[in-house]
């Protein structure tokens, strides 16, 4: 597991981005309020969330809040401007794009978290897999990942995986 006193990683699987979005905003709606919500996404979408939040019953204070997220599409190259905003509150960061993509943010995120030990930030990293295209790599996510992120909020990695839990004990007791 990668977690550590100040950095965790949560992965979210989904099937297509109505789904993706319908996912993350109960979730945002109870961070938003006092921790800052970055975005690094390969394809925009905007349109999408848009879309949900003119058809959900929603207070307009908190839908302007969730449209001021920046949902569009970045490169990797914007990541390193991530370094500034990981500072000394409570981040969470949306990451959503193919593997490739996925995992060089999380790299460059890494390296910034782990510039200055001393800084008491909490960064919660929270990639979405588009569950078709990460089927086969699942095990892979897993390994990498502190809890789950569902459309019914955050749950520890067995309560929705147990079979996952069991073969790593079963591996585990075998070395």
Not at 18 to 24: A, C, F, N, R, S
Not at 91 to 112: A, D, M, S, T, W
Request: aromatic share 8%; charged share 35%; net charge positive.
């Amino acid at each position: 597991m990668y977690y550590k006193k100040n950095f965790k990683r949560m992965s979210s699987f989904y099937v297509n981005e109505v789904h993706l979005i319908t996912m993350l905003l109960p979730y945002i709606e109870n961070k938003i309020k006092e921790d800052d919500i970055i975005t690094v996404l390969q394809d925009d979408l905007e349109k999408t969330v848009n879309l949900l939040l003119a058809k959900i019953n929603l207070k307009e204070e908190l839908k302007e809040k969730i449209k001021g997220i920046d949902w569009k599409a970045k490169n990797i190259k914007d990541c390193k401007k991530l370094e500034n905003a990981i500072g000394n509150k409570t981040v969470y960061i949306i990451i959503n794009g193919n593997e490739r993509y996925i995992k060089e943010i999380n790299k460059q995120i890494r390296k910034f978290n782990n510039k200055d030990k001393d800084v008491e930030n909490k960064t919660i990293l929270i990639n979405c897999y588009n569950i078709v295209e990460f089927n086969k790599n699942i095990i892979e996510i897993l390994n990498q990942t502190d809890k789950i992120l569902n459309t019914s909020g955050e749950h520890e990695i067995e309560e929705i995986f147990p079979e996952f839990v069991r073969e790593k004990e079963k591996i585990r007791k075998k070395a």
